[in-house]
């Protein structure tokens, strides 16, 4: 069974740090583009960084120098580091990946980790 989990949310403060990874698992042959979403309460999901297999990346305007998203091919995981936070970073981050398995090409969702901003 093809799985993505995301970790390493949590509470941070103001101008804090934090980094989020995405674990791919089951069967995978090859990880694709992979996006990073967020969802605000009461908002609607939005991406918030975006890399592909040729390691371009692109961000939303509001995480623009301070996120960064990077992928470790090997352990088929993605990581997205985030500094400087601000309350409004508050969501629930998903991944989203591309992945060939033994199934074929899909895109599969993460579960989904809370960051929480606040003094």
């Known amino acids: 069974q093809v799985q993505l989990v995301e970790s390493g949310g949590g509470l941070a403060q103001p101008g804090g740090s934090l980094r989020l990874s995405c674990s791919a698992s089951?069967?995978?042959?090859?990880?694709?583009?992979i996006d990073w979403y967020r969802q605000a309460p009461g908002k609607q999901r939005e991406v918030v960084a975006t890399?592909?297999?040729?390691?371009?990346?692109n961000y939303a305007d509001s995480v623009k120098g301070r996120f960064t998203v990077s992928r470790d091919n090997a352990k088929n995981t993605v990581y997205l580091q985030m500094n400087n936070l601000k309350p409004e970073d508050t969501a629930v981050y998903f991944c989203?990946?591309?992945?060939?398995?033994?199934?074929?090409?899909?895109?599969?969702w993460g579960q989904g980790t809370q960051v929480t901003v606040s003094s």
């Open positions: 989203n990946a591309e992945l060939a398995t033994i199934y074929g090409r899909s895109r599969y």
């Open positions: 089951g069967s995978i042959l090859r990880m694709y583009n």
């Open positions: 890399l592909t297999l040729g390691g371009t990346t």
